[in-house]
C-alpha cells in the first residue's frame, strides 16, 4: 500500500518561530504537494514539486517555502509563523502525469496552531 | 479559472436513506473528476473517479457519472450507513499540471 506520512499530527507554534512539516511518501511518486485545509474553502494548494529540488507555486504561497532534496521527501516551511496560517497541513503525492491524470495520495494532516 | 461548486452541508440522513451531493464543474478542456472522501481524524482517500464524458465511477457502493452536457458529476448512494459519515470533495484534474482543484467539501451525517 501506498504510504504517506507526516512528521506530526498536532503541532503548537509561537507567532514568529519558524516551522517545518515533513512530508515522506514511499512508492517512488514524481508529484508531491503541500495544501492547507480550512472549514468553507475545501483545499488550498501551497507548493507542488514535479521532481527533486524542483518546486511550483500554488494558489496561496505567500508565507511559506519548500524544500525537496530528495524523491521521497518535501518539506514545508513557515518562516515566521503567523496565527493566520493556523490550520489543517495535508501533504500529497502522486505518478507524474504526461496527461494521465494520476490519484493523489494523502497523509494524515498536520494540525498547526499558532499562537 | 477551473474550478468546482459542490452543494453545502451539512447533509444529514438516516441509515438506509438515499444520498445524492451535487457537484458541478467550470474547466477549459476536458478534465478528469474525481471523488474523495475524508473519514474523521484522516486525510484524503480516493472514493472514485471518471475520465471522460459519459464514464460511471463507482466504489463501496457510490456512483457518479461525468456529464459533459450538464457539467457535473453528482455523487450518489442508494443506502448509506453510519459508517459513510465523513467529508467528501468533489475534484477535477488540470491534464497539463497533475494538479487538482477542490470544491469546499460537503459534510455528510448519518444516523442509525
Known amino acids: 500500500d501506498v504510504k504517506v506520512t507526516q512528521s506530526s499530527r498536532y503541532l503548537v507554534k509561537r507567532t514568529g518561530e519558524k516551522v517545518f512539516l515533513e512530508c515522506v511518501q514511499d512508492?517512488?511518486?514524481?508529484?508531491m504537494f503541500w495544501y492547507r485545509q480550512d472549514p468553507g474553502l475545501g483545499l488550498r494548494l501551497i507548493y507542488f514539486?514535479?521532481?527533486?529540488?524542483?518546486?511550483e507555486k500554488g494558489d496561496i504561497p505567500e508565507g511559506y517555502s519548500v524544500s525537496r532534496e530528495k524523491k521521497e521527501r518535501f518539506s514545508l516551511i513557515l518562516e515566521s509563523a503567523s496565527t493566520n496560517q493556523t490550520s489543517m497541513y495535508l501533504c500529497?503525492?502522486?505518478?507524474?502525469?504526461?496527461?494521465?491524470?494520476?490519484?493523489?495520495?494523502f497523509g494524515p494532516g498536520t494540525r498547526l496552531t499558532v499562537t | 479559472g477551473d474550478s468546482v461548486t459542490q452543494m453545502e452541508g451539512p447533509v444529514t440522513l438516516s441509515e438506509e436513506a438515499c444520498l445524492t451531493i451535487?457537484?458541478?464543474?467550470?474547466?477549459?478542456?476536458?478534465?478528469?473528476l474525481f471523488w474523495y472522501v475524508q473519514y474523521p481524524g484522516e486525510g484524503l482517500q480516493l472514493l472514485l473517479k471518471?475520465?471522460?464524458?459519459?464514464d460511471k465511477g463507482s466504489n463501496k457502493g457510490f456512483e457518479a457519472t461525468y456529464r459533459k452536457e450538464t457539467t457535473s458529476f453528482h455523487l450518489e448512494k442508494g443506502s448509506v450507513q453510519v459508517s459513510d459519515s465523513a467529508v467528501y470533495f468533489c475534484?477535477?484534474?488540470?491534464?497539463?499540471?497533475?494538479?487538482?482543484?477542490f470544491g469546499t467539501g460537503t459534510r455528510l451525517q448519518v444516523f442509525p
Open positions: 471518471a475520465t471522460k464524458a459519459d
Open positions: 514539486s514535479y521532481d527533486v529540488k524542483m518546486k
Open positions: 512508492m517512488d511518486h514524481e508529484n
Open positions: 451535487n457537484c458541478t464543474y467550470t474547466a477549459t478542456g476536458y478534465p478528469s
Open positions: 500529497a503525492s502522486s505518478f507524474g502525469g504526461q496527461g494521465i491524470p494520476y490519484e493523489q495520495y
Open positions: 475534484a477535477l484534474s488540470d491534464r497539463n499540471t497533475d494538479k487538482l482543484i
